[in-house]
T-cell receptor
């Protein structure tokens, strides 16, 4: 059973702060890692993907991958109330379905 | 990236009836995936649909309950059969857009199903 684990939260951060979301996975052979944002009542929206160890930055978002520790994280800088959503970590490989964590609920307070 | 049109967006159905959900993609894709998201839960894979072959179902899901069609590379349907209140969920289709830019898996807008 391939597991993807996330802290369900809620994670509460003040506006302007850095939000740090974490994810661990069990399948050491996994190659692709994704972060999705899901607003209540909406479908998941891809915000970041990462394949290689290290950091990947896109605007206010940074994904970090450590394959040796089987750990993926997402940092959101300068958090805004509009970032309040559930963040889903997903692990998989091209041509196969993604395996999702249960998601972390983020609340950014003004 | 690929754009997926999923319909209906929501429906309220009587128990014992069936509902067919459609997903249309604006480009040809090899793999299409059907997920279920129960209230407050994450996404659970129901099945993987390839064009021209039988869908592959995950443990706990069977073809008689969730028949899937994949007649071509841009279209798929999922039917929820003989519905009960436990089938009330959001159903999502997804495609692997790894041959597109940006890379990723794209989701349809979802079908919110309520069974009464």
């Amino acid at each position: 059973q391939k597991e993807v684990e996330q802290n369900s939260g809620p994670l509460s951060v003040p506006e302007g702060a850095i939000a740090s979301l974490n994810c661990t996975y069990s399948d050491r052979g996994s190659q692709s890692f994704f972060w999705y944002r899901q607003y209540s009542g909406k479908s998941p929206e891809l915000i970041m993907f990462i394949y290689s160890n290290g950091d990947k930055e896109d605007g206010r978002f940074t994904a970090q991958l450590n394959k040796a520790s089987q750990y993926v994280s997402l940092l959101i800088r300068d958090s805004q109330p509009s970032d309040s959503a559930t963040y889903l970590c997903a692990v998989g490989d091209s041509g196969y379905a993604l395996n999702f964590g249960k998601g972390t609920s983020l609340l950014v307070t003004p | 990236s690929a754009v997926i049109s999923q319909k209906p967006s929501r429906d309220i159905c009587q128990r014992g009836t069936s509902l067919t959900i459609q997903c249309q993609v604006d480009s040809q894709v090899t793999m299409m995936f059907w997920y279920r998201q129960q209230p407050g839960q994450s996404l659970t894979l129901i099945a993987t649909a390839n064009q021209g072959s039988e869908a592959t179902y995950e443990s706990g899901f069977v073809i008689d309950k969730f028949p899937i069609s994949r007649p071509n590379l841009t279209f798929s349907t999922l039917t929820v059969s003989n519905m009960s209140p436990e089938d009330s969920s959001i159903y999502l289709c997804s495609v692997d857009t790894s041959t597109h830019i940006p890379y990723g898996y794209t989701f349809g807008s979802g079908t919110r199903l309520t069974v009464v």
